[in-house]
């Protein structure tokens, strides 16, 4: 302890000494004379007073240290995945249980600060020791080893002692967390390291989302650990339907083997398939024989509405480019020269299409009427094409399609010239040129020239230009393909005709051709796949669920103008595999975000249906599914991996231990160089001339002197 002044004590030696002079003579005669004791008394009272005073004004300072004495946290993290408990199956009467193990790590660890965590895909503190339930699916080895870190970095952390069997699904390779983490780790391997006798699929691929009708392609890889060459079926089922199977022989033990499968889609939606291999007796385990598949199935038909303005050679050469696409089904409308269609009038009700194609259209003889029905059709969202034609009426294009091109004409002109076409830089990022040599733009000068109109085109905002013209070799800025979105419209336009002469090249120039012929189903798709408009949007978080996983849903609502609505009432019916029913609300989160957390549900296909209303109005509607798939990631490996461990241990400066070694845990803690109790010093300060209690003391010692002074008379 120590007391200093803000002064110098002399000073305040020498003021004391005054201050005492002064109280002296205050008091040495008095009127009325009293009693000398009394005297005394009073210049007592004063003296203390005007001391403390003083020495208050000298800020005194008074500092104290200590020392605290901080013991080592020890870490326990505990593998609570499903992979230890099939652990604990196979090295059952033959090695320790998890139970057991970790009855030893609470002995061993008893008297010592320890935190107590379990991992699988994500970590969670825990109480003891006991509180595991080896039912994660996913195991999490590094970000839990950095999670620890994280949470411990404001204590004095020691050790950690992992329990585990060292395979992990999820995350990085916890060796290079194992090399930067603060402390020494000692892991505690748990389960057989030897190879375990099973059959099981490693892997299955292919694809999330098809189309209806189209011949999907499944690769399945399987191993066998353990079994001699004996033939093994592979079968892809849905439902009770076998959809696709393969017999063939085991590959040697210890080796693998990849089986092609296929199965053909139908109708559009969720679909779950079952992918399963042969089952053998003694095999470690059954979990890892099947795997599951959820696809979602879209529907690829596409209704397309072609108008022309007259029959040309490009009319005919785009309707076999649309109908050599199974998907879609072409309705064709050609107007004769009195203003009618060959085929009749146009269809009643124009938003059942899919695409309007318009070549050469509005014509000259086009109506008025037709034409609108038409422009109006494409501004309640249907995508449009435009391909031009000599017989285009440029007027009536742009008082009725204008707004809702790519491109509209400003100087108009009625004759035409040859040029090539030519493909722009920023056309070969463009999802409509994912073709064939993509980035060479010269291979478009070997094609035949097209017709292009001497007009002036303006390129609309929001557009792309993905080719110009070149015309007796100078490069124009003029544009000849252009594609765009306005809202949820897209557009496209080909500024020229002529391009049926692509059709009918020599052989030579087949590979040119067919370039153009996958350019335009590209562009034919790329307008097909509309922009998403819905008011309300409800998904799953993720595409695909394990059993036992949180399933979350969320959802955006947004106005007419697609501004987020904050404060609706966004309600949903989930549906089980069975047909019951169960609703939920959805809570907001903020700019028109909601969600829900449904918790963990059962293997299965699950749909949902949900309405957002504000002010008991509707605002909209969606609907969804999502699947729970059975776990099998905790099982695709049964060999425990005690040489990760032992990696870890090594690469973070600590002990490898088995399952047997749990009672060296004690003596391999006290070993460890840093595992020691650290002393702190501490130093506090008071600043005494800011404490209360001296002002109270001395407010208190004068209304005593001031008390004895009017008790003697002296007042």
Same mark, same amino acid.
């Given at each position: 302890?120590?007391?200093?002044?803000?002064?110098?004590?002399?000073?305040?030696?020498?003021?004391?000494?005054?201050?005492?002079? $002064?109280?002296?003579?205050? %008091?040495? +005669?008095?009127?009325?004379? #009293?009693?000398? *004791?009394? =005297?005394?008394?009073?210049? &007592?009272?004063?003296?203390?007073?005007?001391?403390?005073?003083?020495?208050?004004?000298?800020?005194?300072?008074?500092?104290?240290?200590?020392?605290?004495?901080?013991?080592?946290?020890?870490?326990?993290?505990?593998?609570?995945?499903?992979?230890?408990?099939?652990?604990?199956?196979?090295?059952?009467?033959?090695?320790?249980?998890?139970?057991?193990?970790?009855?030893?790590?609470?002995?061993?660890?008893?008297?010592?600060?320890?935190?107590?965590?379990?991992?699988?895909?994500?970590?969670?503190?825990?109480?003891?020791?006991?509180?595991?339930?080896?039912?994660?699916?996913?195991?999490?080895?590094?970000?839990?080893?950095?999670?620890?870190?994280?949470?411990?970095?404001?204590?004095?952390?020691?050790?950690?002692?992992? $329990?585990?069997?060292?395979? %992990?699904? +999820?995350?990085?390779?916890? #060796?290079?967390? *194992?090399? =930067?983490?603060?402390?020494? &780790?000692?892991?505690?391997?748990?389960?057989?390291?030897?190879?375990?006798?099973?059959?099981?699929?490693?892997?299955?691929?292919?694809?999330?989302?098809?189309?209806?009708?189209?011949?999907?392609?499944?690769?399945?890889?399987?191993?066998?650990?353990?079994?001699?060459?004996?033939?093994?079926?592979?079968?892809?089922?849905?439902?009770?339907?076998?959809?696709?199977?393969?017999?063939?022989?085991?590959?040697?033990?210890?080796?693998?083997?990849?089986?092609?499968?296929?199965?053909?889609?139908?109708?559009?939606?969720?679909?779950?398939?079952?992918?399963?291999?042969?089952?053998?007796?003694?095999?470690?385990?059954?979990?890892?024989?099947?795997?599951?598949?959820?696809?979602?199935?879209?529907?690829?038909?596409?209704?397309?509405?072609?108008?022309?303005?007259?029959?040309?050679?490009?009319?005919?050469?785009?309707?076999?480019?649309?109908?050599?696409?199974?998907?879609?089904?072409?309705?064709?409308?050609?107007?004769?020269?009195?203003?009618?269609?060959?085929?009749?009038?146009?269809?009643?009700?124009?938003?059942?299409?899919?695409?309007?194609?318009?070549?050469?259209?509005?014509?000259?003889?086009?109506?008025?009427?037709?034409?609108?029905?038409?422009?109006?059709?494409?501004?309640?969202?249907?995508?449009?094409?435009?391909?031009?034609?000599?017989?285009?009426?440029?007027?009536?294009?742009?008082?009725?399609?204008?707004?809702?091109?790519?491109?509209?004409?400003?100087?108009?002109?009625?004759?035409?010239?040859?040029?090539?076409?030519?493909?722009?830089?920023?056309?070969?990022?463009?999802?409509?040129?994912?073709?064939?040599?993509?980035?060479?733009?010269?291979?478009?000068?070997?094609?035949?020239?097209?017709?292009?109109?001497?007009?002036?085109?303006?390129?609309?905002?929001?557009?792309?230009?993905?080719?110009?013209?070149?015309?007796?070799?100078?490069?124009?800025?003029?544009?000849?393909?252009?594609?765009?979105?306005?809202?949820?419209?897209?557009?496209?336009?080909?500024?020229?005709?002529?391009?049926?002469?692509?059709?009918?090249?020599?052989?030579?120039?087949?590979?040119?051709?067919?370039?153009?012929?996958?350019?335009?189903?590209?562009?034919?798709?790329?307008?097909?796949?509309?922009?998403?408009?819905?008011?309300?949007?409800?998904?799953?978080?993720?595409?695909?669920?394990?059993?036992?996983?949180?399933?979350?849903?969320?959802?955006?609502?947004?106005?007419?103008?697609?501004?987020?609505?904050?404060?609706?009432?966004?309600?949903?019916?989930?549906?089980?595999?069975?047909?019951?029913?169960?609703?939920?609300?959805?809570?907001?989160?903020?700019?028109?975000?909601?969600?829900?957390?449904?918790?963990?549900?059962?293997?299965?296909?699950?749909?949902?249906?949900?309405?957002?209303?504000?002010?008991?109005?509707?605002?909209?509607?969606?609907?969804?599914?999502?699947?729970?798939?059975?776990?099998?990631?905790?099982?695709?490996?049964?060999?425990?991996?005690?040489?990760?461990?032992?990696?870890?241990?090594?690469?973070?400066?600590?002990?490898?231990?088995?399952?047997?070694?749990?009672?060296?845990?004690?003596?391999?803690?006290?070993?460890?160089?840093?595992?020691?109790?650290?002393?702190?010093?501490?130093?506090?300060?008071?600043?005494?001339?800011?404490?209360?209690?001296?002002?109270?003391?001395?407010?208190?010692?004068?209304?005593?002197?001031?008390?004895?002074?009017?008790?003697?008379?002296?007042?």
């Amino acid at each position: 302890m120590n007391l200093s002044f803000g002064h110098s004590p002399w000073i305040l030696t020498f003021c004391v000494l005054v201050a005492a002079g $002064a109280a002296w003579w205050t %008091y040495r +005669s008095t009127i009325p004379d #009293i009693e000398p *004791a009394k =005297r005394i008394l009073l210049g &007592v009272l004063r003296f203390v007073s005007l001391a403390i005073i003083l020495i208050l004004l000298f800020e005194p300072l008074l500092q104290r240290s200590s020392t605290v004495q901080t013991e080592p946290v020890v870490a326990v993290l505990i593998d609570n995945s499903e992979s230890m408990a099939l652990a604990d199956s196979l090295t059952e009467g033959v090695s320790r249980s998890t139970a057991e193990i970790l009855a030893d790590i609470e002995v061993q660890t008893r008297g010592l600060e320890t935190r107590v965590f379990t991992f699988g895909e994500q970590l969670t503190s825990a109480d003891s020791l006991t509180a595991v339930s080896l039912d994660q699916s996913r195991t999490d080895i590094s970000g839990s080893l950095s999670e620890v870190a994280d949470l411990l970095s404001d204590e004095h952390f020691g050790a950690l002692i992992l $329990a585990s069997d060292g395979l %992990y699904n +999820s995350g990085t390779n916890p #060796i290079h967390v *194992a090399e =930067r983490f603060p402390v020494p &780790v000692i892991t505690v391997a748990h389960g057989d390291s030897s190879v375990q006798r099973d059959v099981r699929i490693v892997d299955v691929v292919s694809n999330e989302i098809v189309y209806a009708g189209s011949v999907v392609p499944v690769q399945v890889r399987i191993r066998n650990d353990g079994f001699d060459s004996q033939q093994v079926s592979v079968t892809l089922t849905s439902g009770s339907q076998i959809e696709d199977r393969e017999v063939l022989s085991l590959p040697a033990s210890g080796s693998e083997l990849t089986v092609d499968l296929e199965y053909e889609t139908s109708e559009p939606g969720r679909k779950e398939y079952v992918v399963s291999v042969s089952q053998y007796e003694g095999e470690a385990t059954f979990r890892n024989n099947t795997n599951r598949l959820n696809v979602q199935v879209l529907d690829q038909k596409k209704s397309i509405l072609l108008v022309a303005g007259a029959p040309s050679p490009d009319v005919s050469a785009l309707m076999r480019m649309l109908r050599s696409d199974d998907t879609a089904e072409v309705s064709r409308f050609i107007q004769n020269n009195n203003g009618e269609f060959y085929e009749g009038d146009l269809p009643a009700d124009l938003s059942e299409f899919d695409l309007i194609v318009s070549v050469g259209y509005p014509g000259p003889s086009s109506s008025p009427e037709e034409s609108r029905r038409l422009s109006e059709a494409v501004s309640g969202g249907i995508p449009f094409l435009f391909v031009m034609d000599k017989r285009t009426n440029l007027t009536n294009l742009d008082r009725e399609f204008g707004p809702l091109l790519p491109a509209r004409p400003q100087v108009m002109s009625a004759s035409f010239i040859n040029g090539t076409f030519l493909q722009t830089p920023s056309a070969s990022s463009h999802a409509v040129f994912d073709i064939d040599d993509r980035r060479d733009a010269s291979l478009w000068r070997r094609l035949p020239p097209v017709s292009l109109n001497e007009n002036r085109w303006v390129v609309n905002a929001g557009a792309t230009v993905l080719a110009t013209s070149e015309i007796r070799g100078i490069g124009l800025d003029d544009p000849i393909f252009v594609v765009g979105r306005q809202g949820p419209i897209r557009s496209a336009a080909l500024l020229a005709h002529g391009f049926w002469k692509w059709n009918i090249l020599p052989e030579d120039l087949e590979t040119e051709a067919a370039r153009f012929n996958q350019l335009f189903a590209n562009l034919v798709q790329w307008l097909f796949a509309a922009e998403d408009d819905r008011l309300v949007r409800v998904y799953p978080s993720q595409r695909q669920y394990a059993e036992g996983e949180s399933v979350v849903l969320r959802g955006e609502v947004y106005d007419e103008s697609l501004r987020p609505v904050a404060d609706a009432s966004l309600s949903l019916l989930l549906t089980s595999p069975e047909g019951q029913v169960f609703p939920y609300e959805m809570q907001a989160r903020g700019n028109g975000r909601y969600s829900t957390d449904i918790g963990s549900l059962p293997a299965g296909t699950f749909s949902y249906s949900a309405t957002a209303t504000r002010d008991d109005a509707e605002i909209g509607l969606d609907n969804g599914s999502f699947s729970i798939g059975r776990r099998t990631l905790e099982f695709r490996r049964t060999q425990a991996d005690f040489a990760l461990l032992s990696q870890i241990a090594a690469r973070s400066g600590g002990n490898a231990l088995r399952s047997s070694e749990t009672n060296q845990i004690r003596n391999r803690l006290d070993n460890l160089p840093n595992f020691v109790p650290v002393s702190e010093a501490s130093i506090s300060q008071s600043r005494l001339w800011q404490l209360y209690p001296f002002l109270l003391i001395v407010l208190v010692l004068l209304s005593i002197e001031w008390f004895f002074r009017k008790r003697f008379g002296m007042v």
